[in-house]
């Protein structure tokens, strides 16, 4: 298997521009998860899905994020309309849902620079 | 927010040593993981421990869970540079299936 795969690897947007990340989860993973990273806040968890289901959206920081998961080998995150401050690494991960006691696959991350 | 606190934010040792890393958290749990991540990676699972665990081990690596003071360990035995990468705990609180990540422990091994 070749892993969680997010694409691009680097986004540099300007401003005000609407910007879609996307990944692709180890097959036969039933959970996916994004989370976001910078230096002054870390890791925090944006949303996650179940069974192409979104369980919990509470980490979306405001209504210009959305994201989906058509079918099960796919997921899209999108910015509208980006700002500075959404610059950070975006990491997708994947896991066994089924089985509780399971650790999850990430994905090397998209770098997305707002400028 | 984060529920996992490192301890120490950066450790430096020499290759050979032993590294030592601490991790607390806030709610009950069913289990605690530890990841690895180097410089411009994506985050690697090393080792899960269930709540009902005391201690586990995976080749070098030595975890320990004390749920009483909600606290786990991680001692990285005989290290290497290659080592060298911040190392994170995360907790999959009860009821919750996703995982709150600690602020992480960058480790800097010297050869």
């Not at chain 2, 081990?57 to 030595?62: A, T």
Request: a positive charge; charged letters at 20%.
């Amino acid at each position: 298997d070749a892993g969680v795969i997010q694409s691009p690897r680097h986004e540099v947007t300007e401003m005000g521009q609407e910007v879609t990340l996307r990944c692709k989860p180890i097959s036969g993973h039933n959970s996916l998860f994004w989370y976001r990273q910078t230096m002054m806040r870390g890791l925090e968890l944006l949303i996650y899905f179940n069974n192409n289901v979104p369980i919990d959206d509470s980490g979306m920081p405001e209504d210009r994020f959305s994201a989906k998961m058509p079918n099960a080998s796919f997921s899209t995150l999108k910015i509208q309309p980006s700002e500075p401050r959404d610059s950070a690494v975006y990491f997708c991960a994947s896991s066994d849902w089924g089985q509780v006691n399971s650790g999850y696959t990430f994905g090397s991350g998209t770098r997305l620079t707002v400028v | 927010s984060q529920q996992g606190e490192e301890d120490p934010q950066a450790l430096s040792i020499q290759e050979g040593e032993n590294a030592t890393m601490n991790c607390s958290y806030k709610t009950s749990i069913n289990n605690l993981q530890w990841y690895r991540q180097n410089s411009g990676r994506g985050l690697v699972h090393l080792i899960l421990i269930r709540s009902n665990e005391r201690e586990k081990h995976s080749g070098r690596l030595r975890v320990t869970l004390d749920t009483s003071k909600k606290s786990s360990s991680l001692l990285i035995t005989a290290s290497r540079a290659a080592d060298t990468a911040s190392y994170f705990c995360a907790t999959a609180s009860t009821g919750r299936r996703a995982l709150t990540f600690g602020s992480g422990t960058r480790l800097q091994v010297q050869p």
